[in-house]
């Protein structure tokens, strides 16, 4: 069974960093894209940044300059490192992963359970 778990969220001043954590796990054959998602209180989830199997990242523009992605393939790892925090990215980030399986031919979208991040003074 593949799953995902986030880690590295928590409570930082603005202008702080973070750096979240998402590592897959499980019977896995391959992994595609692993992204970032957030979804702050009342407003719908929202990709931050993406970063495929190759190593190229996309941002969602309010991140731009201030968050960085990278991969461990080895690991099976995504670092979404979080710089100059503002209290706008305070949600629950989201971990997903185009996953295939080793019992399966297709790939799959998995989701982890989230971790909050919260910016505040």
């Known amino acids: 069974q593949v799953q995902l778990v986030e880690s590295g969220g928590g409570l930082v001043q603005p202008g702080g960093s973070l750096r979240l954590s998402c590592a897959a796990s499980?019977?896995?054959?391959?992994?595609?894209?692993m992204t970032w998602y957030r979804q702050a209180p009342g407003s719908q989830r929202e990709l931050v940044a993406t970063?495929?199997?190759?190593?190229?990242?996309d941002y969602a523009d309010f991140v731009k300059g201030r968050f960085s992605l990278s991969r461990d393939n080895a690991k099976n790892t995504v670092y979404l490192q979080m710089s100059s925090l503002k209290p706008e990215d305070t949600a629950v980030y989201y971990c997903?992963?185009?996953?295939?399986?080793?019992?399966?031919?297709?790939?799959?979208?998995?989701w982890g359970k989230g971790t909050l991040v919260t910016v505040s003074s």
């Open positions: 997903n992963a185009i996953i295939q399986p080793i019992t399966d031919y297709f790939f799959m979208s998995y």
């Open positions: 499980g019977s896995i054959r391959s992994i595609n894209d």
């Open positions: 970063v495929t199997s190759g190593g190229s990242t």
